[in-house]
């Protein structure tokens, strides 16, 4: 049935630290490679080597230009994928049953046999989650590696997503958000790891760590600029920049 | 959103459908075979091929069978289970009618009141989605049942036109009534959808993001290098270059040329061909109507890409 589990035992899920991510696409490679060989279909790509090549991705990089209104623009690489929400709508609106939320520990899925394609559920998330895969005909979406992390066949310090697994700047972390003495439940207390689109209702439970504030640079680009750089009165400077403003008119 | 052709179709055709079989399950027809059986062929034609219609943007319609499991949390698959019961139910009521000439009063009411609760479930697999502002609101069941009254109410004073019935001047009548209740109700529904927006909404850029407490937000690089299918599918840009036009021509085609179709028909005389005329002017309009329900309506994974948004802006929580 595609009604939501009342609680969940855990509730794994990703803390992003948008502070650390470098926007190296890394993360969104490796899922990409683990889970075209994984659970179910493979992720497959349309026109891969033509002029307009498509294909099914479960994490996606953006980059961002922030502008804060008195500071310099920053960059921040923002990755993009499936926040296991508690309040799923994605699940509820599944006419088929495909869609589910398990109750152990609370990861979304998609029962690929039961998927018959009608891309509701991508339309129901808000945050771009589900992709349809245009060869298998059914929707592809994170499965948080559920086939790694609970992996007696690989070894231990691999049994993470594989976005995590691969992240060379440590930027991503997989935990239990359930329990407060995880690191992740750490890190989202300490940093105020903060929900996407909290209006949506969703409640994910993923978060994002913001970037950390930066340190204002009075005369650096974005600060005071040009404008402040000074002209000592006693120097030639200083008497060039007065001669030259009796011309201006000044 | 993409304005995929399957489902405009379906909307617009088991609207009418349902509405023409909840009034014939009512008993607004007239006796007589040849009425009896052209407005039964009628209405099961609109419905089922809209049902059939629907089937279409399946990317497994093998599967489609599972859709009538999960009725409990799933309005399309409510939608399903309500339109075969209800295609079941009138199908016994017309059959008895047809076949023994007895009227089932009780059953056909039964009939009528499902054609409409289908309706409802069709318009609430959109009405439901916080992810699309302009269609979560309780205007949208009220455009749809409306839009579905006023096609049947048409299609039923045509039907009893072409077979001489003299009750068809008052079902024109009944007809203009019904289009004005259904164009107010859709009146309604773009003056909330002109003042809504995904910022608005808490889905903007910012929202999106989180990043709107810090400044304003900017696509810099996208994540992919070509449309991807959230972009095909809720980022649909094209269908809205002619929202103005399209928008004259539902107006025109499912509002203005049907009423007075309607009114010469109840007034003037005539009936039989300026009905049939209507019916197919106001099923052209439903359709302007339908695909621009679907190409203006924004959807919040937009915000990821910069697209959708009015201005860009810090979002309303940064100070």
Known sequence: MTTLPETTNRKLGLVIDLDVCVGCHACAVACKEWNTGAYGAPLSDQDAYGAEPSGTWLNRVHSYEVKPQDGPAQIVHFPRSCLHCEDAPCVTVCPTGASYKRAEDGIVLVNEDRCMGCGLCAWACPYGAREMDMDAGVMKKCTLCVDRIYNAQIPAEDRVPSC??????????????????????????ERGGYDLMPAQGTRPVNKYLPPRPKTPCETGPGGAGEASVATPPGSLLGWLDRALAVIDGE | MHPAFSVIVFTTLSGIGFGLMALLGLGFGVPGAGFQWSATIVAFAFAVIGLLSSVLHLRSKSRAILAFSQWRSSWLSREGVCSVVTLGLFGIYSLVLLLMGTRLAALGFAAAVLAMVTVFTTSMIYAQLRTVPHWASWITPAVFLGFSIAGGVLALSALLAISGAPSARMAAQWAMVALIVAWAAKAAWWRRAAETSLEAAGSGIGDATGLGVLGAVRPF?????????????MAFEVGRKRARALRRIAIACGAVAP?????????????????????????????????????EARHAVGSFYGIGQSVARPSSQAA
Do not use: K, Q
């Open chain 1, 164 to 189: 995590v697994r691969t992240c060379p700047a440590n930027a991503r972390h997989f935990g239990d958000l359930a329990d407060p003495e995880s690191d992740v439940s750490r890190m989202v207390a």
């Open chain 2, 221 to 233: 690089e996208p994540p992919h290098t070509s449309p991807n299918y959230l972009m095909r599918e």
């Open chain 2, 259 to 295: 009423f007075l179709l309607a009114g010469l028909a109840a007034y003037v005389g005539a009936a039989a061909p300026l009905l049939m005329l209507a019916v197919i002017l106001h099923l052209v309009g439903m359709l302007a109507e339908r695909w621009l329900f679907f190409a």
